[in-house]
Every structure is written in C-alpha cells, then in structure tokens.
C-alpha cells in the first residue's frame, strides 16, 4: 500500500452527504424563521444562509412546506420524560413536570417561529393535515408506551384521552410560562401535572 493510499480520507457515502445537506438546510431555515418569523422566510434565504443553491432545496424537500414541516418536527419534538416501569401515576406526572421545566430554554428560543407555524397551518388547509396526521400517530404511540408502563386503572382517564390532555396543557403552560414567567413560576407546572394525578398543591409564591 502507498503512503498516498494510506492517508486517503474514507468516501462518504452519497446518502451521508444528503443527510448533511438536509440538515444544514433544517437549520438554516431554524435561524430564519426565529429571526424573521415563517410567512417572511423564503427559500432563496435558506439557500443563501445554507450556502446552497435553491435547487438543493428541491433536491431534498419537494417544497417548501416540507421543509418547513421538517423544522417544526425538529423543533417541536415531544417532551419525553425520564420514566419506567414500577414508577406510580403521580410519579410519571411529576417526571413530566420535570421534563417541561427542562425545556423551557429551548422553547423560548424557538416560541417565535413555532406560533407563526401554528398560525400558518390556520390558514393552509393541506399543511394542516399532514401536522394532524403526524400528531395522530405521536399520540397513538405515546398512548402505548403509556400503557406498557401503566395500568389503565391507575390513570385518570383513557389513554387516548389523556396523551392529548396532556400535550395540549403542555403547550398552553409552556406559552404562559415565556410570555409570563412571573405568573407561571415552576411551582405552577408542578401543580397542574399534580393535579392531574389527584394531588393537590400548594398556593404559589
């Protein structure tokens, strides 16, 4: 073997560099979207941010819509609490507690481009449907999950009641909590998770 051979990088595979390209591409529209919002953000901006042509774009997002779903799915993946199996209700209600404190930083960051997403799918009946089918299949498997770990029994109401419950108090109390921290303390989230385990709290500072 020649001292050339030997030193030669490893090819990467065509699929590593498509993988690459997407996520810059991600990112790149991430970084718009927070400064700019999502009706303002252009393809011809998440090229240029990405230092990439526009038909790069093309070649890995069939428009701009899946792009723009790809961001959402990234920076609204669910929060997923540290659980296992043993664990009570109310301690898997308290771990949840935990989880959504946790992700306020990440979430003040991206509050801005996430509520101009919600506010585009109101108004785009197509894109809509694709967020209500990915929501769809997220609840079914965090209803199963949910029971593998839990007795129906134990929980307050069907599994496929409560995982939309609670997504959706999550979502109102992580928005009250960036709009409004001084009303919407930790304390504040700790208790409604309690309360939807039974418990009661006490009166917050």
Same mark, same amino acid.
């Given at each position: ?9 490893? =090819?990467?595979?065509?699929?590593d560099?498509?993988? &690459?390209? =997407? ?11 927070? !400064? ?6 252009t ?15 093309? +070649? ?12 959402? $799915? ?9 659980? $296992? #199996? +043993?664990?009570?209700?109310?301690? $898997? ?7 959504v ?6 979430? =003040? ?14 108004? $785009?009946? *197509? ?12 609840? &079914?498997? %965090? ?9 129906? !029994? ?10 939309r419950?609670?997504?959706?108090? %999550?979502? +109102?109390?992580?928005?009250?909590r960036?709009?409004?921290? *001084?009303?919407v303390?930790? !304390?504040?989230?700790? #208790? ?7 418990e &009661?709290?006490? *009166?917050?500072?």
């Amino acid at each position: 073997m020649s001292s050339a051979a030997a030193i030669e990088p490893r =090819r990467q595979p065509k699929g590593d560099k498509r993988a &690459r390209t =997407r996520a810059k591409l991600v990112q790149a529209a991430i970084e718009l979207v927070r !400064e700019k919002g999502f009706e303002r953000t252009t393809l011809a901006d998440v090229a240029q941010r990405a230092g990439v042509t526009t038909g790069a774009i093309y +070649g890995n997002f069939a428009n701009r819509d899946e792009l723009f779903l790809a961001v959402a $799915h990234v920076r609204a993946a669910p929060i997923i609490p540290q659980v $296992h #199996a +043993g664990m009570s209700f109310a301690e $898997h209600m308290r771990a949840l507690a935990e989880a959504v404190v946790a992700a306020v930083p990440a979430r =003040r960051d991206a509050i801005f481009g996430t509520l101009s997403f919600q506010a585009y799918t109101l108004t $785009h009946e *197509e894109i809509r449907q694709q967020v209500l089918a990915n929501s769809a299949e997220v609840y &079914r498997r %965090t209803a199963r999950g949910m029971l593998a770990l839990l007795r129906p !029994e134990d929980l307050p109401m069907p599994a496929e009641t409560l995982v939309r419950v609670l997504h959706a108090m %999550t979502d +109102g109390l992580l928005l009250k909590r960036i709009q409004m921290p *001084e009303l919407v303390p930790d !304390e504040v989230i700790y #208790a409604a998770f309690a309360a939807i385990a039974g418990e &009661r709290s006490p *009166e917050p500072s």
